[in-house]
């Protein structure tokens, strides 16, 4: 058995559930899937798969958890890698909005396609994680002007490869 470990954002998701399925069709693969709440789309299914399941909020700063006690519940994606994400030899983002119609609330493009993604790229960079994949847009750099979703996509893209 291998001690691949892959930690998966946005595990609910669209893609989200369907990386996961796949990875677990890989019986040496653990997988650590992220989502924002218990009430989710897919939790259900994740658990059906046996996943590890751990919740962040995908629009909570990490440094609104640096005054909590280590032994409290944290929701950042820094305390994800020194937890349950501890090992991880590939991340993967397929973080995004829910919607084109996203509230403040839920985040915009720039809170959770740019924002959200550089956090858990720099976390997941920052506990020595070999491989990194950000899904972003399907024409990459072109895209950009299309839409805020692939301006903000791509403009991750670019803040975590200069790192």
């Known amino acids: 058995m291998s001690d691949e470990k892959v930690c998966v954002v946005g595990a609910t998701g669209y893609l989200g559930i369907s990386v996961v399925e796949e990875l677990c069709r890989r019986s040496h693969i653990k997988v650590v899937a992220v989502a924002r709440n218990a009430s989710s789309p897919n939790v259900s299914r994740l658990r059906e798969l046996g996943v590890t399941i751990v919740f962040v909020d995908a629009c909570s700063h990490d440094d609104e958890d640096e005054d909590k006690n280590e032994d ?77 979703f692939s301006a903000a996509k791509e403009d991750a893209v670019d803040v975590l490869r200069r790192e």
């Open 72 to 148: 409290e519940d944290g929701n950042s994606y820094d305390r994800l890698f020194r937890r349950e994400g501890l090992g991880t030899t590939t991340a993967i983002s397929c973080l995004a909005v829910r919607t084109m119609m996203a509230t403040k609330d839920e985040g915009d493009f720039w809170t959770v396609d740019r924002d959200a993604n550089i956090r858990f790229g720099r976390a997941a960079l920052g506990a020595g994680v070999k491989h990194l994949l950000l899904v972003s847009t399907f024409e990459g750099r072109e895209s950009r002007s299309v839409s805020e």
